[in-house]
């Protein structure tokens, strides 16, 4: 089966992103280690530029249609990780920028994707008020279209951070990593198993949310009432077109993880680990510490996605 996005696309975008955004660390999780009894390891894109992984598909989709960009300026929908990925990338690259966000939105993340220089638009509480938002704007200001996880320069700008395991592991592993529209776990599933299929992709969502789960199981894209949870990078009612024929062909499977295994999680990547880790973020280390992940006898590598937590919020669950 022909899949929407390739390694040659994955490789090509590490080339556009690579002197703004270089390698981030794979780091020893040493509490963790120990605790399982098997060596697990972080992969800390909570260390990115905006705290997150999206930076990389956000400056990648820009890059990649620089021109334009320029000329027209650009749009996209967030729940805020992205929305400040954009912000950043559309500033670093001098392109103005508008994002659309749902009142209910992190003011936190909506304050900061507004610092970084970016225009926010807000919209009724429901993702058909932010996409028809977004549409609207993209058809009266001429805007170009930035995807926030199922266009091909977004998949491909994240599936970088697979070619950058590969380079930072020898041996096959076993990565795991939210989901949430499918960006993510699809762009590394692509760089992962064409360079060492012996690897397993496990995706993990809230049981408040588990668009992708539902859809791989149907064996089509399955919209869900999406539920509150303190994951909000996690919250989506439906999987990407894109993305879910990735997921069917790649990914060996997707766990969901409980409200207070999510807060269990980032107290312990605090305490811990010394990690401020938001609750999206943790999702792996969540679906790890309850045992929910078949690692077929590989080793873990766990992706922190993001780290915008609100000092409060962490306060909290401290």
Known sequence: ????????????????????????????????????GVPVRYKAESLQPTGAFKVRPAYNSIAANLEQARSRGVVTSSSGNFAQAVAWAASTLGVDATVVMMESASEYKRKRTEALGARVVTCANNFAARWE???????????????????VETIAGDGVIGLELIEQTAEPFCVITPISGGGLISGIATAVKALRPECRVIGVQPEANPSM??????????????????????????????TFAIASE???????????????????????????????????????????VATGGLPPVVV????????????ELL
């Open 1 to 36: 089966m022909s899949l929407p996005v390739t390694l040659d696309l994955v490789r090509q975008a590490r080339e556009r992103i690579a002197a703004q955004l270089p390698p981030t660390p794979l780091l020893t999780a040493q509490t963790l280690s120990h605790k399982l």
């Open 133 to 151: 938002t977004t549409f609207r704007i993209e058809r009266e200001e001429g805007r170009l279209l930035l995807h926030p996880y199922d266009a």
């Open 213 to 242: 789960q539902r859809s791989l199981a149907a064996g089509e894209r399955v919209e869900v009432e999406p539920g509150a949870s303190m994951a909000d990078a996690l919250v989506i009612a439906k999987p990407g077109e894109r």
């Open 250 to 292: 790649l990914v060996d499977e997707v766990v969901l993880v409980s409200e207070q295994e999510l807060a269990t999680a980032v107290r312990f990547l605090a305490t811990e680990e010394k990690l401020v880790v938001e609750a999206g973020g943790a999702a792996g280390v969540a679906a790890l510490m309850a045992g929910k």
């Open 304 to 315: 922190l996605s993001g780290g915008n937590i609100l000092p409060s919020k962490l306060a």
